[in-house]
Antibody, heavy 117, light 110 residues
């Protein structure tokens, strides 16, 4: 059974770059069974899809974040990563990694990232 | 892309059936049968309850069912139980090869 675990700094300064990694266990990120997604949820608010990557490296991003987001994949480490540049307080959220094809079948536990000086 | 529209709250009594609606556009809900529903309890990650409009993953109670008509998808919970009190989100694949979530609905069991 595939499991996901997010990791990265819990505090990022305004204007800097938020970087998170999702480690995949129990399966291969190369399997082609899933698209690997990032999703976030600001405190007290709803879910927002950030983007996803396929094992081939193909990426799709939320148009509202596209100019600031990069999702990459490291098949040798069975990990995929998120970079969000020029962050502001509005980027404070719980960030989840998720896996699925037409839905999000599997979720990580989430990691809280606060943007503050 | 705009979030799919859901009611803020849906109340229900134990044993009752409730339905949550999720309204999109011709570019998302109306375009594909790739609507999914998620249950989220406080402080927890969302859990997939329905995929491809009406399919239940293994282990999800048969009390949960989904359907779609036009630009509106719906999640019905029958035989409402106290444990069903949670936030529920719909999601859809879009014509831009992206995904969009609904605004979220809080189900309260009276």
């Amino acid at each position: 059974q595939v499991q996901l675990q997010e990791s990265g700094p819990g505090l990022v300064k305004p204007s800097q770059t938020l970087s998170l990694t999702c480690t995949v266990s129990g399966g291969s990120i190369n399997s082609g069974d899933y698209y690997w997604s990032w999703i976030r949820q600001p405190p007290g608010k709803g879910l927002e899809w950030i983007g996803y990557i396929y094992y081939s490296g193909t990426t799709y991003y939320n148009p509202s974040l596209k100019s600031r987001v990069t999702i990459s994949i490291d098949t040798s480490k069975n990990q995929f990563s998120l970079k969000l540049t020029s962050v502001t307080a509005a980027d404070t959220a719980v960030y989840y990694c998720a896996a699925g094809y037409n839905a999000f079948d599997i979720w990580g536990q989430g990691t809280m990232v606060t943007v503050s000086s | 892309q705009s979030a799919l529209t859901q009611p803020i709250t849906v109340p229900g009594s134990p044993g009752q059936s409730i339905t949550i609606f999720c309204t999109g556009t011709s570019s998302d809900v109306g375009a594909y049968n790739y609507v999914s529903w998620y249950q989220q309890n406080p402080g927890k990650a969302p859990k997939l309850m329905i995929y491809d409009v009406s399919n239940r993953p293994s282990g999800v109670s048969s009390r949960f069912s989904g359907s779609k008509s036009g630009y509106t998808a719906s999640l019905t919970i029958s035989g409402l139980q106290a444990e069903d009190e949670a936030d529920y989100y719909c999601s859809s694949y879009t014509s831009s090869n992206t995904h969009v979530f609904g605004t979220g609905t809080k189900v309260t069991v009276l």
